[in-house]
């Protein structure tokens, strides 16, 4: 079974950075998308950013020219760097990697924007 570990989150001020990273337990071939959901409280999961095996990054209008997705192939890593967070960054963090029909998922991990 394959687990995608993460790690990175934590509290930041406003405007602070914090970096996100997942990695595979072991090797997932022929991965289709990378990225990173989110979940606010009371909130439905929403989409931050994706990687595609095209190379293809799109973003969440919200975090657009903030965050950064990076993705290593030969690892099955990605990396979300966060910069200019705000508090509406608040939420839990879910690393994402999708092969045809099947989805994985990470445990989370908390990121909290706060003064």
């Known amino acids: 079974q394959v687990q995608l570990v993460e790690s990175g989150g934590g509290l930041v001020q406003p405007g602070g950075s914090l970096r996100l990273s997942c990695a595979a337990s072991r090797t997932i071939f022929s991965i289709n998308d990378m990225g990173w959901y989110r979940q606010a409280p009371g909130k439905q999961r929403e989409l931050v950013a994706v990687c595609t095996s095209g190379g293809i990054t799109n973003y969440a209008d919200s975090v657009k020219g903030r965050f950064a997705l990076s993705r290593d192939n030969a690892k099955n890593t990605v990396v979300l760097q966060m910069n200019s967070l705000k508090p509406e960054d608040t939420a839990v963090y879910y690393c994402?990697?999708?092969?045809?029909?099947?989805?994985?998922w990470g445990q989370g991990t908390q990121v909290t924007v706060s003064s």
């Open positions: 994402h990697v999708r092969r045809g029909f099947v989805n994985y």
